[in-house]
């Protein structure tokens, strides 16, 4: 199977049934990304997101030195929207192509986001820039003890915009933390992500946090993929909504959701204690 | 007074001066709910809301070893909405069946959060599913040293819907972490609660956390219940809106409310270093 | 540079490049309100907000007693808003004046939130009341080991209408805590507001503290002005608003603001190890 | 059935299959409204709105004189809160209380808007302050040629609270309009209403009014019950959000609804010129 | 009192009681705006607001040519934020500097809405471009026969950014021709302006348009002030939210406004036939 | 040009230049959609928006009979979505997959709405289901004086689900006439759709139709590019927005687009009566 997801500069496996294992692959650059790289994710995140025999993801970065250092800024500075362009170009018009970049590029980041499985990404070494907007559109984050964590943007001149700077403060408990470093792009540790609220777990080195990863990926993925389905789908929806809305949406979709078989397996199972199996979603 | 609130499966008493206590009371079934429970509790929130000697309330569950197991999924097994049912059944029939029933059940545990007097809610022991709703409608939370969480309704194959995956986003700050409870349905303990933000304090057993919840309802029924009721509405509104609505409402709210003697009495007091006493809600 | 600013009740001095230190200067009331200082607040933040040689600011309070100890109750007891008025004067007539009166007070706090710049509050010492509103409107809070925190407005018999209860649930990861604090009116330390998000750092004493400040604020001074501007407005933007909205901002924001020249003189600096120096906003 | 609806000044009966039809009955008092009268409104379509055999409804007042003159202002004057009151009372107090029933009022109109099925109402006569609050929660509006048309709260010192403020401006297409009649409580006819989008029909009398009326309501009540539950949610919901949430919250309540037999019962009559039968909701 | 108003280009006089009357008054350039002109409109608003002595405004423009021709593009072309800037200068701060203009104008165009009186805006002649952010920002429109509008601001080759493109979908009820106005700039008359919802009333010429609006405001000025105070106030908030919200916040505004002795008065003079008399605001 | 655009049932060309002409071609079928086509009008809509030749777009239908007789309700019933599917199928798992395809088609039709150039819809003879949903996508509707209209949705056992019922409170000025014409499923003409705001200009045939909407389309196509988009962009976000997010969203819109050479030229042409020409987008 996972031959219909090779993509240049990543590797996609199934260590697990029901379990995808995502690579960002390209660690001799420390899986730094140039745009094929978030084209080419967003294909992947979105075929797993329908692919019935996947239950749940685990991205991570290939090599021991970083999940990735963000941007490509040597590739970004020779061509591509932020390349020094020409001068006599009507501003007007520039805005509107780096309008549509950025556009196409939040969206590639999004599917993570919008991929219907849960998404685990394990946060190790230099995670710097977009490592960021890409782990906070996963939905659970967990890092290493030696993970280097920063909001690089501005000292590269930029607000970042790929999400970072609107998901932060819908995930992490601390607003004074949030514009601390996406003002300051200082370089922080696990200790902090964990304290702050940026991760849920911190491991020794990456083969631990992979290894738990899967673990977790594992039990998700044992349990009813309608039931994962919702609570990922309503959790995202709330965090955006009033509480109101959040509770009228929820009835709407278990109005459909709950005449699965999965709850009578579900349930069934739990009174005699035998491990269910729930058909493929 | 405590007449006027006797409802099956729960007791209410009023050991102190404006402080109201609720028991939910099935403790041989680990105060598990079936269908007239939350009907009473609403029912029981609905009066403690208008009443004017009431200024706090705490809710708790009886007996040792649990606040509540969630729902009696064996009597949700034999009759009312999850149990199976009719397969001749047209499924969009059954679907706004199954809408209605939703609403309405979250309309009873929402009745908590409407409640106009602030509710404290002492989780301990075993603490599943239909807990997290419940605790998530009350205003404060605290725990025991050997309080057990789950949010369990992927267990039973479905998403949680009678509130805790509306509410958990707004209440904690730790988004990975809520993803991470929600998803696997995992146990967990007051450490984690306290250190991810779901509960704000942790005591050393039940008597000590019921007795520290006294205390803080005491407090806050010794304060002006203009200034508490307006603290409450301000706060559970602004939650939900950007912070130019709730300044805006805000600024509504307090145009009736600074007219109260409350402020008068509050301040007169404060420099006397006398109890100030406000009348009734 | 600093006479442009001289306001009563206020110090304004320019201790650092680009940094201005702001300071309530009413020491011997604990640096407690009346009217004529949050005009002048206000006054002083509309004004840094658009000075081009400023790029990052330290609000602290003057004396080593408090950052303020809130609205000063004496003088409101005396004249304005609260003050006892006309029992004879039309209820809705006085209501629609006291509505008139808190949005202006919200809007002169407000006024910090909207400054351009980043503001980084120090609080040390008595911080009750008005401290919280202030600071919350701040973008980066920190404290000392002695700093003595309170939600202090139940305690005068009314909910806190500047700001503090509609910027709080925003601000900190526990809503349980968040209505603990402003329903009891009690006073908590460092190391509560630390735990629980109130504030992303705790120093020895005062002294250390605006060190701190001071150092970050050169820090944040030195990036791009363009970059740091954005990212005050994208994350205050998008704590308010889905994050699908808050992606769309973004990208129109950048469209403009990704064509600055700071970029490029970011990147070769970056690449050359040089300090860039950008031109002022 | 009609049995099951009788209620004090209503009518409730069903002359054609699956329509029923509910008639404001205190013509002596052109069908002003004392507080019983909205009580019994809420419990009459909170009734119908579940009740299985009803598809439509249609809601008229009884007379020729008037659909509603509105609250009855001497019964609000003699008691209720309205009524003048002790002087000595707390403001704040009586805000709560005067909240609570503004919020109660509104729920029991509001019921209208809720209930499942569509309501047409027929406004005949004297239409002042209530007839629109009550109207506006109607789906379906059309009047007579000679129905007066009054906002007439500021005559009597006060915004009209129990929906008409709220709703005018989510119905009608000009907002010039809006305020022109609910700042001047001017009498306007059905000309104006048909013209700036009040009303969508006008008929010669009552009679051809309420004929007009039975036969949309029939024509209703012979379409999948399924279909016209979601095409009034659906118009409800997107009234008030953002296209974009319209069209997400539309496709999980399709992803239900769909699955009914009433589309191949529907699509088979439309192919083969039949009349479809559906079975109840 | 109209000598307080004396601002440059404005004449405002007081020709009934509680009634103002403001004239744009530069009719030899067709009353088109330079900056100084909305610096003063907006003044002139803001003190009307909380004027006691005010209750209702008609706002009109000299002469017999033109409401207003719009923005003074020949003064524009050669000072202010459209004139052609040095070409050397850095694009993002040109946009921030941009900004900071649109942000400022467009809140001197919102203090007409934000007055609590309620506004008339009479359209003759010509009235293009910020005529029609200006009348959209009024509560009434009327016009006459021989008005011609035209949004005009594509035809100088930007997006109406003063209000007009933000007002109109909320203010007329085809959002087809609110397309086809806003691409096209075409010039348009009263018949379409009336027809699609932009006026309310079109009157033969400027003589009795400014009489009926004369008439009208005295109307709305024989209210009570509490009244329509919260009229305007409770439509402008609705327009812009869910309407749950709109209910919810009227509900909290009354519960202030209803406390007023204006509801007495205001029934006794109803039942007596009398004229009542309000105290001032 | 027109080969890049070659896609199965449609027709697009070039008859003027910089508008588009796309025409729906499968007249056999009274144009009626099969999946392939919506597929395609996404397609080649996408295209269009980017395509710097092209500034606006008319889209209509082949032949005489009809704009669209909406979903081709045949193969609908064979195959896809609605078609009658295995009974054993879990119902959850059903409704994913339904869930999945509307939001897939919605996206289809929203790509009109995205569509950076202006798109006028012509609607003729037969319009209905599918009809409405593409049209209300389109910027201005026009229509002539023999179309047939019908949101037919509710005949076939379905809520409208493409846009509709989303769309239409929006777009029209009257409530009342949107829940009728949704409930009913009724035919109804252009004079009906002129009046409650469907349309803006109803012709006598489809050839003057046409005319009309080219000679609109090349109006369009001759103003600022920059200028037009920005108008349709900033219509569409505000009209789901409240006004003062619209305002400011249109701010940082114009912060770029102010500085495009456009203006210049615009005001230029426009002051020596010169016919401008802009650079493409």
Redesign the interface.
């Known amino acids: 199977m996972a031959e219909a997801y090779q993509k240049e500069f990543f590797n996609v496996s199934f260590p697990a049934e029901h379990v995808a294992y995502v690579e960002i692959n390209r660690p001799e650059k420390m899986n730094a990304f140039k745009e094929i790289m978030w084209l080419n994710l967003s294909a992947i995140f979105r075929q797993l997101s329908?692919d019935p025999s996947v239950r749940a993801v685990v991205l991570t970065g290939a090599g021991d030195r970083a999940f990735t250092a963000g941007l490509d800024?040597?590739a970004?500075?020779e061509s591509g929207?932020?390349a020094?362009s020409d001068p006599s170009q009507?501003?007007?018009?520039?805005?509107?192509f780096?309008?549509?970049h950025?556009?196409e590029f939040?969206s590639c980041i999004?599917d993570i986001e919008k991929c219907?499985k849960?998404v685990i990404g394990v946060l190790h070494g230099i995670s710097f820039g977009l490592a960021l907007d890409i782990s906070l559109a996963c939905?659970?984050?967990?890092s290493t003890t030696t993970t280097k964590f920063s909001v690089k943007?501005?000292?590269?001149?930029?607000?970042?915009?790929i999400?970072t700077?609107?998901?932060?403060?819908?995930?992490?408990?601390?607003?004074?933390?949030?514009?601390?470093i996406?003002?300051?792009?200082?370089i922080f540790g696990s200790d902090e992500a964990l304290q702050?609220?940026?991760?849920?777990?911190v491991y020794k080195d990456k083969k631990e946090a992979v290894d738990q990863a899967m673990k977790?990926a594992n039990?998700?993925a044992s349990?009813?993929p309608?039931?994962?389905?919702?609570?990922?789908?309503?959790?995202n929806y709330?965090?955006?909504?009033?509480?109101?809305e959040?509770?009228?949406?929820?009835?709407?979709?278990?109005?459909?959701?709950?005449?699965?078989?999965?709850?009578?397996?579900?349930?069934t199972s739990?009174?005699k204690k035998t491990t269910?199996r729930?058909?493929?979603?």
């Open positions: 329908h800024v040597t970004a500075s929207a932020l020094s009507d501003s007007a018009r520039k805005a509107n780096l309008r549509r950025i556009l939040q999004t219907e849960p939905d659970i984050r967990i943007e501005v000292d590269i001149g930029l607000a970042a915009d999400g700077l609107s998901r932060l403060p819908h995930s992490v408990g601390n607003l004074s933390w949030v514009k601390d996406a003002l300051s792009a200082r702050y609220g940026l991760v849920s777990s977790l039990l998700i349990k009813s309608i039931a994962v389905l919702g609570t990922k789908e309503i959790i709330s965090r955006d909504k009033p509480i109101s959040g509770l009228n949406y929820t009835a709407v979709w278990n109005a459909a959701m709950l005449q699965t078989e999965d709850v009578k397996s579900a349930m739990g009174m269910p729930f058909s493929k979603l």
